[in-house]
């Protein structure tokens, strides 16, 4: 016979190691993200001897400055279960708005208007906020999907792009553009240092204001959200300017870090971006995820990225394997999602 204490003891094991498997399925989608990025880091270390040094770290680091940049504000999409297909267009507009306000060598065949950099920095930000404005005002007052919305956007943003620059390329950028997106300071390039800051204020917007709470709340559970008075159309506006603004900062600093304003000069970061945010775990459907979850994206797309440059491989397979990680990503938040569903049944 097996007794009391044993039983007890028994069922104390089985209820322990049920809540550990509730946990560890609850936790997937954070989890499966770092996983691979330590899988990532230790495989191209030992793959390539060039890839494990100081200076690859900070070319790494370098590389998803622009990328990291964007996805702070697409965090804040996501998290309320919308998305953003204009923030690479955006990011290229206010790219371009901002050369084209900046008096240009006179090699430069375009027509623009030459401001001083303080204005053109504030009419280049001003663009990118009333962009984002009007997919707030398509999603929450005409009713238009955010996808359906912003894909708009995507080709408007391109138009106005086309029509600043008429194929042509600009050079200039105010001075603080250049330094921020070009310069470093003790070694340290400024333009890590910008999305570093963006990032954490991302992060403590997120995890320790009101309007952070109400961000998960829209995500989790509009109808609650607005059961509960919150006004969901509001935070619906805020978190698509914001994604705007970030963007229209990335794509500044992102010219003066490339040294060039041109069209389509963004069109792979609309992809970077997304990737980031959902690789690092963020929902698709909303509610659950973060900077941090955005942060290990960012980390693992950089780590892959410079780290296939690093081995000998055929420069089309890499597009393929990027396409397979993205693929892997939406696997696991689909069924992490599913698993919480199951659970909450």
């Keep these: 016979m097996v007794s009391s204490d044993g039983a007890v003891a028994s069922s104390e094991n089985r209820k322990g ?111 990118c906020a009333g962009l984002g404005l009007v997919n707030a005002l398509g999603l929450t007052v005409i009713g238009i999907p955010s996808f359906i919305m912003t894909l708009a956007m995507m080709q408007i943003a391109a138009g106005i792009s086309a029509l600043l620059v008429r194929g042509q390329i600009a050079y200039k950028v105010p001075s603080l553009v250049a330094t921020l997106g070009s310069s470093s300071i003790g070694g340290i390039p400024w333009i890590v240092i910008v999305a570093a800051l963006m990032l954490l204020a991302g992060h403590i917007v997120l995890t320790y204001t009101r309007f952070g709470r109400y961000v998960y709340m829209v995500g989790g559970n509009r109808e609650a959200a607005e059961y509960s008075g919150l006004n969901v159309k509001l935070i619906l506006n805020s978190v698509m300017i914001i994604a705007a603004v970030c963007s229209g900062i990335g794509g500044m600093l992102g010219v003066a870090h490339f040294g060039s304003a041109q069209q389509n000069e963004f069109d792979t970061y609309l992809l970077d971006s997304i990737a980031a945010v959902v690789v690092g775990g963020t929902s698709l459907f909303g509610g659950r995820g973060g900077i941090g979850n955005t942060i290990i994206g960012l980390f693992v797309l950089g780590v892959l990225n410079n780290g296939l440059d690093h081995v000998s491989i055929d420069s089309f397979l890499k597009i393929l394997i990027r396409g397979l990680i993205l693929l892997a990503a939406l696997v696991i938040n689909v069924y992490a999602q599913r698993l919480r569903e199951k659970t909450a049944d």
């Design 17 to 127: 190691t049920s809540r550990f498997t509730a946990w560890l399925r609850s936790q997937m989608r954070n989890i499966a993200p770092f996983l691979t990025l330590i899988f990532l880091t230790v495989f191209f270390a030992v793959a390539s001897p060039s890839f494990a040094t100081i200076d690859n770290v900070g070319n790494i680091l370098t590389q998803v400055s622009v990328t990291g940049i964007i996805a702070v504000g697409l965090t804040f999409v996501i998290l309320c279960a919308e998305i953003d297909l204009s923030i690479a267009s955006i990011a290229n507009v206010t790219g371009i708005a901002v050369a084209y306000f900046t008096a240009q060598e006179s090699y430069v065949n375009i027509a623009n208007i030459p401001l001083p950099g303080w204005a053109a920095i504030l009419l280049a930000l001003a663009l």
